[in-house]
């Protein structure tokens, strides 16, 4: 068990939810991950409580979207054992898979079939009652704006928009762990920030939020805490208040790139 | 977990056809031409000839090659649907469902067993006019005309689907698919009788499943069944089996990050 308390001046802060208990999401117990002769995660630990939402941090290349597969059962780690709800992602792969949703950094979507039968359709695989998957979907389509696209095909639409589908079609049903990884890569100011403010409401209604980003202000508006990666090592875990004071940053980019710029120099003097 | 397994397949379905029968009936079209044109045209000059002790007319050894030809070009489009969904982000998507990967992979074949079987039936429905006077289907034949279709559906639909495990790029979609299908096609018994061919085409269309396919097709659908039928309808099943293994094999190894 593990007390978390949310720091304010975001929306991070809800009247009455300034201090929750929580259980253990994820636990990481020195992950690494090697494609070929590349390592891509060397003996990674960390750990994510229930009903928060954690930044994982890291600059292009750093990590992010491997630690994300490997805790979404998507590739197995090469060392090292990882949990999801007290599930093992290599030994209780389906268990955990029963708990996640995942917006993969890359596009996904039915190119052929139009913007409201990608989202029911996702709903009816997910087992959703057909009240359910009209309710929910109708919620999401006006939520995020593709109200007047819903009978184009997802090919057809624009970079954004088809982000927005994507992160729409995960909205539809409530995983108790949600994988976003780098969900707001061509999304609009408009569209971003009404991302970030409705993970933050699925986050306060119990979601867990794991958020992979290399945008230091979406992380200071969004996490609860913050983990930074560099070249596959955790460098940091914490809140991103104290990563600012610890740094004597007035933001968390500034401290971001004060760790980073440590980071390098120590390695440099190794 | 059968629940999600049919949904998986009923999705499958939609992505590729998205249910509409105008879809399918544009695929039916190409190969009736064989049917209703091609094999009409063929007639003129080539005379009937004796297989399994029976006259039979080219337009009616044809048909059952055409209905093989229309499983095989539907089962062949399970390598095509896997690639879509690799190239469109649904395969990672569709992994993190809660169902073992084989379900994945066995979803898309039931999808392109019921696609295949339907339109070879079809195939075969609107040709009753043509094939009435020689058809002669019996209640002991209809299991060798079904294994016949089935095994060749489950052959191609796994074979392209090995195939577009190692496919990186959309160009190769099409000359893939076409490298497949259409060497096996014309090395096979689908368009003339293999006992009639060069040693050297006999002896590749002997070693092509779609043969024993079409033998075991045509003996059901004519009531020419001998022995003969029996033993190609058991190497079929063996080759089958071994797609089956091989397919296993090769979708267990190609783990995500190498797919």
């Known amino acids: ?270 | 977990m059968t629940g999600i397994f049919g949904r998986l397949v009923v999705r499958n379905l939609q992505t590729t056809y998205d249910l509409k029968p105008a879809l399918f009936v544009s695929l039916l079209i190409p190969n009736l031409m064989y049917v209703f044109i091609a094999a009409f045209a063929y007639e003129q000059i080539i005379p009937p000839f004796i297989i399994n002790g029976i006259q039979i007319d080219y337009a009616d050894f044809l048909i059952p090659g055409v209905v093989l030809m229309q499983v095989v070009t539907l089962s062949s489009l399970g390598g095509a649907m896997f690639w879509t969904d690799k190239h469109n982000g649904m395969l990672e998507q569709l992994y993190s469902l809660p169902v073992p990967r084989s379900y994945y992979f066995l979803s898309k074949l039931c999808a392109i067993l019921i696609s295949s079987l339907a339109s070879g039936f079809a195939i075969v429905l609107l040709s009753l006019p043509i094939l009435s006077g020689s058809l002669h289907l019996e209640y002991y034949s209809v299991p060798l005309f079904l294994l016949s279709l089935t095994a060749c559906s489950i052959i191609f639909g796994f074979v392209s689907m090995i195939i577009f495990c190692y496919v990186k790029t959309p160009d190769n979609v099409t000359v893939y698919s076409r490298l497949l299908t259409t060497p096996l096609i014309v090395l096979s018994s689908v368009f003339y009788p293999l006992q009639y061919a060069p040693r050297l085409i006999r002896t590749f269309g002997n070693l092509n499943p779609l043969t024993y396919s079409a033998d075991v097709m045509r003996a059901s659908m004519f009531g020419t069944i001998t022995t003969f039928e029996y033993l190609e309808s058991l190497i079929l099943l063996v080759i089958t089996l071994s797609v089956v293994v091989a397919a296993k094999v090769v979708f267990d190894r190609k783990q995500l990050d190498t797919l």
């Open chain 1, 1 to 270: 068990m593990t007390r978390v308390v949310a720091v304010s001046g975001s929306p991070k802060m809800e009247k009455g939810n300034t201090e929750r208990i929580t259980t253990c999401a994820v636990e990481v117990k020195g992950v690494s991950k090697s494609f070929g002769n590349v390592e891509a995660l060397t003996d990674v630990s960390f750990s994510v409580n229930e009903g928060e939402v954690f930044g994982y941090l890291g600059p292009n290349g750093s990590g992010k979207t491997t630690t994300v597969r490997v805790l979404a059962t998507l590739i197995m780690p090469t060392r090292g054992s990882a949990t999801v709800f007290g599930y093992d992602v290599q030994d209780e792969s389906l268990k955990v898979r029963e708990c996640i949703g995942l917006v993969q950094q890359g596009l996904s979507y039915e190119p052929y079939l139009s913007v409201l039968k990608n989202i029911t359709l996702y709903g009816y695989v997910y087992g959703l009652s057909k009240r359910e998957i009209i309710s929910t979907s109708e919620e999401v389509i006006q939520l995020f704006g593709l109200s007047e696209y819903v009978n184009r095909k997802a090919v057809e639409l624009s970079l954004g928009l088809k982000r927005r589908l994507q992160i729409a079609r995960e909205f539809v049903r409530n995983p108790r762990l949600l994988f976003l990884d780098e969900p707001t890569v061509g999304l609009d100011p408009e569209a971003k920030r009404l991302t970030l403010d409705l993970i933050r409401k699925k986050a306060n209604g119990g979601m867990t939020v794991f958020f992979t980003t290399h945008n230091m202000s979406e992380a200071e508006y969004l996490c609860d805490r913050v983990a930074i990666i560099e070249r596959g090592r955790l460098l940091v875990v914490d809140t991103p208040e104290s990563l600012k004071i610890r740094t004597g940053k007035d933001n968390l980019e500034d401290a971001y790139l004060e760790i980073i710029r440590r980071n390098r120099h120590d390695g440099n003097l190794r």
